[in-house]
T-cell receptor, first 115, second 118 residues
Framework: AAGVIQSPRHLIKEKRETATLKCYPI?????VYWYQQGPGQDPQFLIS???????DKGSIPDRFSAQQFSDYHSELNMSSLELGDSALYFC??????????????FGSGTQLSVL | AQKVTQAQTEISVVEKEDVTLDCVYE???????LFWYKQPPSGELVFLIR??????QNEISGRYSWNFQKSTSSFNFTITASQVVDSAVYFC???????????????FGQGTTLQVKP
């Protein structure tokens, strides 16, 4: 079965650079969530989108922005990168509309290293 | 505020032993959802189970079983006859309800690293 696809798997950037992470949800899933997992930490919710509209916001820095496109894929844009942004970034998807399966399935993550 | 506590940071067992991972949660909501995820060394988060607060029936899936005790706010996870492939970090998580289901905004515990030795 198709899963959540994230690209790239690994990304190395320098301080003050920008990065764009992509997420392709499971087909027919309408909701996307972004999480950040620092080294040895638990995942922290950043932001979510339902039907291309932002649905909830967590501890996402102002330097980060995200959007969901008409094909339901989502992109997380990160600017002015800092060393502390080095983390594993997960995308998850679910089907929220009535009658859907709301289980949350995660992608394999993008490992971002800021040097 | 919602909170999930996994007091066991690391557990080490020998293959074929049974092991229980503890999870205690805090929430003011009357309706909520609890999850367990497995994170193997490869890094992905693998969904194991979702349980809503109204369903206190224990669940068994192969070697895995879950014990939900609402009275003690606990949702413990037991692996029977552990195997080396069970070695991973296990996360317990909580989400609030949204309508008749959960939101995907999960509050994770700190995770328990399970090492199963041959």
């Amino acid at each position: 079965a198709a899963g959540v696809i994230q690209s790239p798997r690994h990304l190395i950037k320098e301080k003050r650079e920008t990065a764009t992470l992509k997420c392709y949800p499971i087909p027919r899933h309408d909701t996307v969530y972004w999480y950040q997992q620092g080294p040895g930490q638990d995942p922290q919710f950043l932001i979510s989108f339902y039907e291309k509209m932002q649905s909830d916001k967590g501890s996402i820095p102002d330097r980060f922005s995200a959007q969901q496109f008409s094909d339901y894929h989502s992109e997380l844009n990160m600017s002015s990168l800092e060393l502390g942004d080095s983390a594993l970034y997960f995308c998850a998807s679910s089907l929220e509309r009535a009658g859907g399966d709301e289980k949350l399935f995660f992608g394999s993550g993008t490992q971002l290293s800021v040097l | 505020a919602q909170k999930v506590t996994q007091a066991q940071t690391e557990i080490s067992v020998v293959e074929k032993e049974d092991v229980t991972l503890d999870c205690v949660y805090e929430t003011r909501d009357t309706t909520y959802y609890l999850f367990w995820y497995k994170q193997p060394p490869s890094g992905e988060l693998v969904f194991l189970i979702r349980r809503n607060s109204f369903d206190e029936q224990n669940e068994i899936s192969g070697r895995y079983s879950w014990n939900f005790q609402k009275s003690t706010s606990s949702f413990n996870f037991t692996i029977t006859a552990s195997q080396v492939v069970d070695s991973a970090v296990y996360f317990c998580a909580l989400s609030e309800a949204y309508g008749s289901s959960n939101t995907g905004k999960l509050i994770f515990g700190q995770g328990t690293t399970l090492q199963v030795k041959p």
